[in-house]
């Protein structure tokens, strides 16, 4: 049963959606979010298990013996609704409001409001891929997902949440359920959270700590450049010694040339990984806001140890969110990184007002 292999792999996140089951709390409306595309596949079915199963057991458990577990596992049950994006286009367009074509946003909606065929009369529709869903979809969508009609039970997924609208976010909760998690532990990731929160809570529009939370980073930044050029010399070390008497002037110097090649490319490996913790901060912090469980986020530890605040405001962690978005972009593109970190933290402090030239 897949029920089974849900609960053993994400016991946490089952035994949320248990207890909602078990004390008659479960949403309307569940986001998924996962990075592996067959536990987005086989979710919804553990999850209309979970709100349909007329036996619960005890602890909030669909029974997996009733009709409607069954049919929900061997995918007969009659209403069990699903959208995703057209396999050209990879889109989900909102379509016409009268007669829709299949496979578009109305179409999908317009199946809820008819007359249900079973006897149970509850309704599950999935949305995969949700991200895909136009604005417009998404927009037309989102009535429904306010105000269902009676006995439906949505859940939409996604690899990407933070490309659908908060407005769609905010109206659903959210379960991420991520199997390639990423160790976000490197020797300055404590220094940087620690910054990271200082920047995103206590510096409000205050220059100055905006300023220092920028010379950490880039304190940083120097660090591991420095750790990059200590790697890659030590591995060069001894086959320069081994060379040292034999070795002309030019074949040190070229030597020197690779090693400098080198350090540039173990540099950028660590910034990746910094910058992408630095991303899923944001992120995190964002579905924080948007109502998501500690439990939920695929990187809790990140928070460890640090008191964030009780009450995060949604709009002010998108803008951040899109602020950290354009400082990894503009780092792309060679932009002077001191000067990109700064305008980073600035955007932070000031709610995303600077704006970088195009290339320097
Ligand atoms: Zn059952």
Known sequence: ?????????????????????????????????????????????VAAQIAICPFPTEDGSPCGECKGCRSLENGTYPEFFTLEPASKSRIIPVGETSNPEEDTLRWFEGLFYLTSATSEGKKVGVIYDADRMQP?????????????????????????PSELLPTTLSRCQMISLISNRCSYSFPWSE????????????????????????LAIIEIFSALGDEASDAVAAKWEKRLEHAKDELEAAGRKRIEKR???????????????????????????????????????SNPELFAGLELPQKI??????????????????????????????SFCLNIVLGNQVTLPARI
């Not at 989102?142 to 105000?147: A, F, G, I, R, V």
């Not at 809570?201 to 905006?210: I, Q, T, V």
């Not at 990894?328 to 990109?340: I, K, Q, T």
Request: charged share 30%; with cysteine; glycine share 4%.
């Open 259 to 297: 090693m400098d090649a080198e350090g540039g490319a173990e540099y950028l490996k660590r910034r990746t990984c910094f910058l992408s913790a630095l991303h899923c901060w944001f992120s995190q912090i964002y579905q924080l806001s948007c109502g998501a469980a500690p439990e939920e986020l």
């Open 313 to 342: 405001d949604e709009e002010r962690a998108l803008n951040d969110l899109a602020a950290a978005e354009k400082f990894l972009y503009d780092l792309n593109f060679y932009v002077d990184e001191s000067l990109a970190v700064r």
């Open 191 to 214: 220094t940087l959270f620690k910054t990271l929160k200082a920047l995103q809570f206590d510096s409000e529009e205050s220059l100055a700590k905006g300023e220092d939370c920028a």
């Open 136 to 160: 417009a979809a998404q927009n037309a969508f989102l009535k429904t997902l306010e105000e269902p009609p009676s006995s439906t039970f949505f859940i939409l997924t996604t690899g990407h």
């Open 1 to 45: 049963m897949l029920f089974e292999r849900f609960e053993k792999e994400f016991p946490i996140q089952m035994a949320c959606l248990k207890n909602a089951r078990k004390n008659g709390r479960l949403s309307h409306a569940y986001i998924l979010h996962s990075d592996d595309p067959e536990l987005r596949r086989d979710f919804p079915t």
